[in-house]
T-cell receptor
Framework: DVKVTQSSRYLVKRTGEKVFLECVQD?????MFWYRQDPGLGLRLIYF???????EKGDIPEGYSVSREKKERFSLILESASTNQTSMYLC???????????????FGSGTRLTVV | RKEVEQDPGPFNVPEGATVAFNCTYS??????FFWYRQDCRKEPKLLMS???SGNEDGRFTAQLNRASQYISLLIRDSKLSDSATYLC?????????FGSGTKLNVKP
C-alpha cells in the first residue's frame, strides 16, 4: 500500500509565523502535490513537483513556497501565515504519467491548519 | 469556466436505492478520469478509475462520455456506509483537477 504521511493532523499557528508542513511518501513516486481544501471551493492546487529540486506553481501559489530536496519528501512553507490560510492542507503523490491512469493520486491524511 | 464541475448535492436517498452522479469537464483533451470518495474530515481515497469502455466494481459503475464531456458514477443498492462526498478527478497535461464533490446521504 502506498503511504503518504503528513507530519501533523492539527496545527494552530499565529499570524506572521513561518509554518512548515511536511509530506513523505514511501513508494518512490516521481510526482508530489500540495492542495488546500475549503468548503465550497474544493481542492485547489498550490504547488507540485515532478522531480527532486523541481517545482511548479499551481493555481494559488501566493503566500506559499515549497522544497523538494529528496524524492520522498515535499515540504510546503507558509512564509508569513495569515488567517486566510486557515484550511485543510492535503499532500498527494503519484507515479509518472504513464502509470497515473491506473493509479491516480494517493493523498495524505491532511493537516488542518488554523491561523489565529 | 471551471475545469471540472459537479452538483454539490446533497443527494438524500433511502437504503437500497440506485443513485447516479455526473461530473462535467471543459477540456476535450483530458486524458484520465477518476472517482474519489471522501469521508467527513478525512482525505479523498481513490474509488475507481474511469475507462473509456466503462467499468464496474461491485455495486459501482463508472462511465465516460467523451462526446458530451462528462463522467458518471452509478451506485446500486445503496448502503448506509456509502454516505460520503464523491469527487471526480480529471488528469490533463500534468495537472490533476478535482470537482468540489457531490455529497451523498443514504438514509435508513
Amino acid at each position: 500500500d502506498v503511504k503518504v504521511t503528513q507530519s501533523s493532523r492539527y496545527l494552530v499557528k499565529r499570524t506572521g509565523e513561518k509554518v512548515f508542513l511536511e509530506c513523505v511518501q514511501d513508494m518512490d513516486h516521481e510526482n508530489m502535490f500540495w492542495y488546500r481544501q475549503d468548503p465550497g471551493l474544493g481542492l485547489r492546487l498550490i504547488y507540485f513537483s515532478y522531480d527532486v529540486k523541481m517545482k511548479e506553481k499551481g493555481d494559488i501559489p501566493e503566500g506559499y513556497s515549497v522544497s523538494r530536496e529528496k524524492k520522498e519528501r515535499f515540504s510546503l512553507i507558509l512564509e508569513s501565515a495569515s488567517t486566510n490560510q486557515t484550511s485543510m492542507y492535503l499532500c498527494a503523490s503519484s507515479p509518472r504519467q504513464g502509470l497515473l491512469k491506473d493509479y491516480g493520486y494517493t493523498f495524505g491524511s491532511g493537516t488542518r491548519l488554523t491561523v489565529v | 469556466r471551471k475545469e471540472v464541475e459537479q452538483d454539490p448535492g446533497p443527494f438524500n436517498v433511502p437504503e437500497g436505492a440506485t443513485v447516479a452522479f455526473n461530473c462535467t469537464y471543459s477540456n476535450s483533451a483530458s486524458q484520465s478520469f477518476f472517482w474519489y470518495r471522501q469521508d467527513c474530515r478525512k482525505e479523498p481515497k481513490l474509488l475507481m478509475s474511469v475507462y473509456s469502455s466503462g467499468n464496474e466494481d461491485g455495486r459501482f459503475t463508472a462511465q465516460l462520455n467523451r462526446a458530451s464531456q462528462y463522467i458518471s458514477l452509478l451506485i446500486r443498492d445503496s448502503k448506509l456506509s456509502d454516505s460520503a462526498t464523491y469527487l471526480c478527478g480529471i488528469y490533463n497535461f500534468n495537472k490533476f483537477y478535482f470537482g468540489s464533490g457531490t455529497k451523498l446521504n443514504v438514509k435508513p
